[in-house]
Nanobody
Framework: HVQLVESGGGSVQAGGSLRLSCAASGYTYNRNCMAWFRQAPGKEREGVARIATGSGNTYYADSVKGRFTISQNNAKNTVFLQMNNLKPEDTAMYYC??????????????????WGQGTQVTVS
């Protein structure tokens, strides 16, 4: 079965950096969309960034453009989220998601069938 395992969360001061990782296994799709979502207490889940694993095209929420970078390893089974210049409003549980839906239009959580367990990011 498909398994996504996130790592790399933690606590950091405003202006600092963190790098999240999401290792995917158990799927056979050739081209996928892998994404990072986040959810803060009392707020709706928000899409942060996506990468089309076939083309390498990337997509970002306006709130993180210029600060966050999504990338993948050569095997295309691990996705990274480099987060720089972190702000307190970036505090949330961050989730990795995967599906074989078209990445350009896969903006909602409902577009993704497979999810990781989440990793907490706290910015103070």
């Amino acid at each position: 079965h498909v398994q996504l395992v996130e790592s790399g969360g933690g606590s950091v001061q405003a202006g600092g950096s963190l790098r999240l990782s999401c290792a995917a296994s158990g799927y056979t799709y050739n081209r996928n969309c892998m994404a990072w979502f986040r959810q803060a207490p009392g707020k709706e889940r928000e899409g942060v960034a996506r990468i089309a694993t076939g083309s390498g095209n990337t997509y970002y929420a306006d709130s993180v453009k210029g600060r966050f970078t999504i990338s993948q390893n050569n095997a295309k089974n691990t996705v990274f989220l480099q987060m720089n210049n972190l702000k307190p409003e970036d505090t949330a549980m961050y989730y990795c998601a995967l599906d074989n839906s078209p990445c350009a239009v896969s903006t909602r959580g409902a577009d993704f069938r497979y999810w990781g367990q989440g990793t907490q990011v706290t910015v103070s």
